[in-house]
């Protein structure tokens, strides 16, 4: 099972930005939430948004009104749009998924490799 993400760049405060991460492998049986996280330089990763399986959806507190995530059961693709872009938002982010395989016992929580967001002023 890998996790993909893509979208990330540079952009000017006020942009928007659309992030994409995408999950595979022959063994996966079932996705239950998936979400983002980021890390901004000297701090600690600190969560997103996520959504579950059903399409709830919670966001942190500094994100919302401003970012949306969604995902595509059909792909395993999580999205998260992005809007209004502010300096504080530069950060790698990274995707995760709960996934079952058939090899597991339970979920397990996947990540992808990080995508780096940098937002000029």
């Known amino acids: 099972v890998q996790l993909q993400a893509f979208g990330g760049g540079l952009v000017q405060a006020g942009g928007s930005l659309r992030l994409s991460c995408a999950a595979s492998g022959s063994m996966m049986m079932s996705i239950a939430d998936m979400g983002w996280y980021r890390q901004a330089p000297g701090q600690e990763r600190e969560s997103v948004a996520g959504?579950?399986?059903?399409?709830?959806?919670n966001y942190a507190d500094s994100v919302k009104g401003r970012f949306t995530i969604s995902r595509d059961s059909a792909k395993n693709t999580v999205y998260l749009q992005m809007s209004s872009l502010e300096t504080e938002d530069t950060a790698v982010y990274y995707c995760?998924?709960?996934?079952?395989?058939?090899?597991?016992?339970?979920?397990?929580?996947?990540w992808g490799q990080g995508t780096q967001v940098t937002v000029s002023s």
């Open positions: 959504i579950s399986s059903g399409g709830s959806t």
């Open positions: 995760y998924a709960q996934i079952m395989t058939y090899r597991s016992n339970g979920f397990v929580n996947y």
